[in-house]
């Protein structure tokens, strides 16, 4: 990369990006603060709630969408067959974003709202601080009065609650490629664990349906055999509840830690994402059926039945089983399973302990507030918000209990007071602002400001040469920096830069249109040059449609690629048969290493066909290529084909730098781009494979333009962002594509799993980084990239960072902020510090500028 000459105001400026981040980040991302120890019975009544089953069995289907359950299309048929009987009690839990697993199981087992820091840890999977082991739930309620606990699954329960159980079987999360091993694991437990009487709480966490949508999304189809396979679970240990005597007092619970969106990923606040199902299901509950149908139509926002918040799970399991409910708990007992118990006393006793829990909560996070029932008296509940809010409700219960005796009609009128308290106050403190360290976000803010302020003469120098380059780079920054104040502009930044692309475009042609000769041809070919790039970009920009306000519109990935399969396999051919032919071209002139660049993109193609043969097997329907995957080619291990792939990928790059070593030549330069160009359609998804073709117009129309050095720089940094985009890219977590981050690897490693799956969302930011050394020839060899693409950076983190420090109290700053600082750090320490930067030093000392 041209420029990595720069001084040490850039290299300063690139080791206060990271620390400015960790600043930030320990501020932004702090632990809240947790009540310590476990929760006790009050000393009176504590006997007035007997609990109404002994056992649990707690079944957690990862990803289990609402309407996987519930709908026409849904493969649960016998568990609709319960819901119709009033067996099974349905409901819709809604999980707060950030919608990932680690998250979503601390919200059912404690009953509060996690951290977002929680979405980072849950990657981490060796991550031991995200422990629960010392905190309150209703597992160590269980474990506290001596019950035996079982798990079989998702090893993040092992990680979140380390020996608390008797017996166990883990099977790693991360490990998305497999659809079946994951769950045959926990299901071969299942009968001998039913006939075993020595525990009292089973969990099981089955994987399979979520790999299934990471992989091949919603409506794969593979997803109805899954779904009727985790129905025939739900059968087989509802028939043994019903006949096996020392399970007849067993609650079943079956829920998802989450949904998933229409790609099938998951992170964000998307309908789909935060409405996993949630099912009591219990031969017992049919007295107090309530005769719904099932299945039913499916609405909108995927909201079936009732709709309750993850946390009222806690809640509701200590009040069924006889728990203490958990100290830390923001959940409301579910109203409906009231009626299990006969006494309207024992009722009122329930929800007087769910309501003083709460307000214990409330008293340690508001000390200075009062619960004197006197000053709220006379106080109007529909005129009051925030903590005056939860002071009036707790004052009118307290008097409506002041003014009843304990009889059996008391709980008709401060049952609905106390159930009324304990919603308010559940809303109340859900939406209390994270302990923020406000001196941190500062100093974070402070050290990137000041990292952009070491720029500003090199970026002046910059400038003084072409003036008009300077000023719509300023104008790009500006424009960036006041768009991350809004929420809605970041949900949908791929217009942002679509239309700078655009304009970056058009600016060029008239650059370059004032540049040619008066001769009519030099003229025409640059007509048809702007006009190849305008066309080439409008294509990316229709190829995935991402953000939240247009992601479900009609795009070439999904829907035409779906209609025209053989559109797309003749496009994937012609792309591998290009990297063939150019890597070819660059190869040294030895038999062994032209032979090499014949089969190498060849294993590439076959890897990538069975690949979608095994995950998307719907593209390949009728189509003759599927007989390659039927034979014995189609049966060889994909991990293996993946590492035969990678091993030749490393051959080429060893070639491409010994040559370099030799002749420092242009050839060794783009032999090396040419070997990342292989190996990032390695890492992308089928249907995104061809628009490396057009990445190739690109590049050769821009190289025909002659670009001076800075115009080189801001046209790669430009279409690092909008190419991000037109791969699927977006803000939301949900957004992240794990379908090739296992290529090659066996088990889940964090490292190379990290590795593979960034390069596989940031396969078009890196190729243009790469391609931004070949364009470089045409450049001056005094222009500084380095500190361009800095200066950009530090520009971006400083906005991002501000606008999440002001806003830090907006309604979506976890939905939307969050995440986008989040993948701030990632464009900052991956693409720009370790790809950039890195990279650019390391192929200017290959291929230094003469």
């Known amino acids: 990369m041209v420029g990595f000459k720069s001084g040490w105001a850039v290299v300063l400026a690139n080791i206060l990006i990271p620390l400015g981040i960790l600043v930030f980040s320990s501020g932004f991302f702090p632990y809240k603060p947790l009540l310590p120890g476990l929760a006790t019975f009050d000393n009176v009544n504590q006997d007035e709630t007997p609990a109404v089953f002994d056992k649990v069995i707690f079944m957690v289907v990862d990803a289990l969408r609402s ?25 819709t839990a809604f999980a707060s974003s ?16 996690p951290s977002f820091l929680d979405v980072i840890l849950n990657i981490a999977e060796s991550d031991t601080s995200s422990t629960l082991a010392y905190q309150d739930t209703w597992l160590a309620q269980l474990k506290a009065r001596g019950d035996r606990l079982v798990m079989y699954g998702d090893d993040t329960w092992l990680k979140l609650f380390p020996g608390m159980f008797d017996r166990a ?39 399979g349906l979520d790999h299934i949508g990471h992989k091949a999304g919603p409506k794969s189809p593979f997803m109805l055999s899954k779904q009727q396979e985790m129905d025939t679970i739900v059968d087989t240990i ?264 655009s304009g970056w475009i058009f600016y060029l042609h008239m650059r370059s249109e004032s540049q040619v ?56 051919i012609l792309t591998y048969m290009d990297s063939s032919y150019h890597l070819f071209s660059n190869m040294p002139s030895i038999i062994p290493t032209k032979l090499l660049v014949v089969v190498l993109p060849a294993l590439a193609f076959l890897f990538k066909l069975n690949f979608v043969a095994n995950d998307s097997p719907e593209l390949l329907v009728d189509l003759p290529l599927s007989k390659i995957t039927e034979g014995w080619l189609g049966s060889l291990s994909l991990v293996w084909q993946a590492k035969a792939v990678f091993a030749g990928l490393v051959i080429c790059a060893v070639l491409a730098i010994v040559s370099a070593k030799r002749s420092q030549s242009i050839q060794a330069n783009a032999l090396f781009h040419e070997t990342i160009h292989l190996f990032l359609i390695t890492q992308s998804r089928a249907t995104n494979i061809p628009i490396f073709l057009i990445f190739r117009l690109q590049s050769k129309i821009l190289s025909s333009l002659k670009l001076t050095g800075i115009e080189t720089t801001i046209t790669t940094l430009i279409f690092q962002y909008m190419t991000f985009f037109a791969f699927g890219g977006s803000n939301a977590i949900s957004s992240v594509d794990l379908s090739s981050a296992y290529n090659g690897v066996g088990s889940y490693n964090v490292i190379l799993v990290g590795i593979l799956t960034f390069v596989s969302n940031w396969a078009g930011p890196i190729w243009w980084i790469s391609m931004n050394h070949l364009l470089c020839p045409y450049s001056s060899k005094e ?68």
């Open 67 to 91: 309407d996987f359950v519930y709908s026409n299309e849904s493969g649960f048929s016998f568990t609709q067959s319960l819901i119709r009987a009033g067996a099974a009690l349905p409901f």
């Open 98 to 113: 950030p919608t990932v697993t680690m998250p979503r199981l601390k919200a059912m087992t404690t009953g509060s709202v």
């Open 169 to 207: 079987d883990g099977t790693t999360s991360f490990f998305v490629s497999d659809f079946v091993e994951v769950d045959n694991n926990v299901t071969r437990h299942v009968p001998d664990e039913l006939a075993q009487n020595d525990w009292s709480a089973m969990i099981m966490h089955y994987l």
């Open 238 to 501: 509802y028939t043994a509840i019903q006949h096996q005597s020392h399970l007849e007092s067993t609650l079943f619970v079956l829920c998802g830690d989450h949904g998933m969106n229409e790609a099938g990923n998951h992170g964000g606040s998307s309908a789909g994402e935060t409405s996993p199902a949630l099912l009591f299901i219990s031969p017992k509950f049919e007295k107090i059926r309530s005769n719904l149908e099932s299945p039913v139509e499916t609405p909108d926002d995927l909201r079936f039945y009732q709709t309750v918040q993850q946390s009222d799970i806690t809640t509701t399991l200590a009040g069924l089983l006889g728990l203490p409910i958990p100290i830390n708990s923001l959940g409301v007992f579910i109203p409906g399973f009231l009626n299990m118990w006969g006494s309207g006393s024992q009722k009122l006793q329930l929800l007087s302990q769910n309501a003083r829990q709460l307000l214990n909560i409330v008293k340690s996070t508001f000390p200075s507030a009062t619960f004197d029932v006197e000053s709220y008296s006379n106080c109007d509940l529909d005129k009051l918000s925030g903590i005056e809010e939860v002071q009036c409700a707790w004052s009118q219960a307290q008097i409506l209990l002041s003014q009843d005796q304990m009889t059996e009609e008391t709980f008709t009128h401060v049952g609905p007071a106390l159930q009324r308290f304990s919603q308010i106050t559940q809303e109340v403190m859900s939406s209390t602002a994270s302990n923020y360290d406000v001196s941190r976000l500062s100093v974070g803010v402070l050290v990137l400001a000041i990292a952009t302020a070491l720029l500003l003469p090199t970026i002046y120098r910059e400038f003084s040469r072409t003036a008009s380059t300077g000023i719509f780079l300023i104008l790009m920054v500006a424009g960036y920096g006041s768009m991350m104040f809004a929420s809605s502009y970041v949900e949908e930044e791929q217009q942002f830069w679509y239309w700078i692309c």
């Open 517 to 572: 000769s008066p001769r009519k041809s030099s003229s025409r070919l640059l007509k048809m040059a702007t006009l190849g790039l305008i066309l080439s970009q409008r294509i990316l920009r229709r190829w995935n449609q991402t953000g939240q306000k247009f992601a479900a519109e009609p795009d070439i990935a999904r829907d035409f690629f779906s209609a025209q399969p053989v559109t797309l396999w003749g496009l994937v």
């Open 783 to 850: 222009h500084d990239s380095a500190a361009l693409f800095t200066f950009h950076i530090a520009t971006s983190l400083v906005s991002v960072m501000a606008a999440c420090t002001v806003l830090r109290t907006h309604l979506f700053i976890w939905t939307v902020f969050s995440p986008k600082y989040l993948y701030s750090m990632a464009w900052a320490m991956a693409n720009h510090v370790i790809v950039n930067i890195f990279g650019g030093i390391g192929l200017a000392y290959l291929w230094p500028r003469k």
